[in-house]
């Protein structure tokens, strides 16, 4: 063979291997950038709730005592008095929505995701309605609370004459997070592996018995998400409550009683009083209250999982 024709081949090859090297090279230092900005995305993320968070315990814990979180409000404009029916008001609302919404929205999403296919064959009108209540999901999932707020008041407080109330204000809050339900819900069953449902039908196990006992257990850490999410935006309204559980600073007797939540009570103290410690007191609470919540409800989830799934 040629000397001359040997020599521009191995030139050639290593010319390859230099720009492979390089190429290599190059991705790895993109790769690395990109981590890089997403750590310090999320640092910054980080440190802005750690910074929010501090800064309300900080101004807040000071007006928190003994006798701040066992009496009620005093009303008025001095903003006198504690916080304790107001707490009791929130765990109520949050209980009662729940109640309401999660039983629905979790039954939608389960027809949606795993029957919607087989009910849309049969007919033009049930294909039709599937997708206008899908298409009714997802408006609804971008309407501002207050929208809620205003149906609430027209049909609970006004039409089915329920007053200012909890269950006014319950039902109008499952309207409100009927759609956050549902669409994480759906996206749980999702995320569950086809071939889950095919082995449990291969051996033998009806839909239903499929449903509840692979894919339910499977897609519950995504549905518990949705369920916390939906508690926060429950917890953090004042909106809606504001025009269908009305204000009262008493401690609800029944569902027929009105009442306070703290973001309502936070709202009144910071725009109506000059009591700006005791909001920043109340707004210390109410995250330690979010905080309770999210994980008894991550608790319960894993203690539901591992029964749904036999352990």
Not at 98 to 125: C, D, T
Not at 144 to 166: D, H, N, R, T
Request: hydrophobic letters at 50%; charged letters at 15%; a positive charge.
């Amino acid at each position: 063979m040629n000397p001359s024709l040997i020599r521009q081949e191995k030139i050639n090859r290593s010319g390859v291997k230099s720009a492979r090297s390089s190429n290599l090279k190059r991705r790895k230092f993109s790769q690395s950038l990109a981590f890089t900005f997403l750590w310090l995305m999320g640092f910054a993320a980080m440190a802005i709730l750690i910074w929010i968070i501090g800064y309300v315990f900080v101004k807040g814990l000071p007006a928190i005592n003994l006798e701040f979180l066992t009496t009620r409000p005093a009303g008025g404009f001095d903003g006198e008095g504690g916080i304790s029916t107001t707490i009791v008001t929130t765990v109520y609302l949050v209980i009662f929505t729940i109640a309401v919404a999660a039983p629905l929205g979790i039954g939608a999403a389960i027809y949606f995701i795993e029957y919607a296919s087989e009910s849309q064959q049969r007919s033009k009108f049930i294909r039709w309605l599937i997708k206008t209540a899908r298409t009714g999901v997802e408006i609804l999932a971008g309407v501002p609370s207050i929208i809620f707020g205003l149906f609430g008041f027209a049909i609970f407080v006004s039409y089915m004459k329920l007053g200012f109330s909890l269950l006014s204000a319950g039902l109008s809050g499952a309207c409100l997070i009927l759609p956050v339900i549902i669409r994480t819900t759906e996206e749980a069953l999702l995320a569950v592996p086809e071939s889950y449902r095919e082995g449990s039908l291969g051996l033998g196990a009806t839909k239903w018995q499929t449903v509840t006992g692979v894919v339910l257990p499977a897609a519950i850490p995504g549905i518990v998400t949705g369920i916390v999410l939906s508690i926060g935006r429950i917890i953090s309204e004042t909106a809606i409550f504001w025009v269908t559980l009305g204000g009262s600073y008493r401690l609800p007797q029944n569902l027929m009683s009105s009442g306070r939540t703290l973001a309502l009570h936070v709202y009144m103290l910071a725009t109506e009083t000059r009591a700006f410690d005791k909001a920043m007191g109340t707004s210390a609470i109410l995250i330690i209250i979010i905080m309770i919540l999210n994980l008894a409800i991550n608790l319960s989830s894993k203690y539901f999982q591992k029964r749904l799934s036999g352990k």
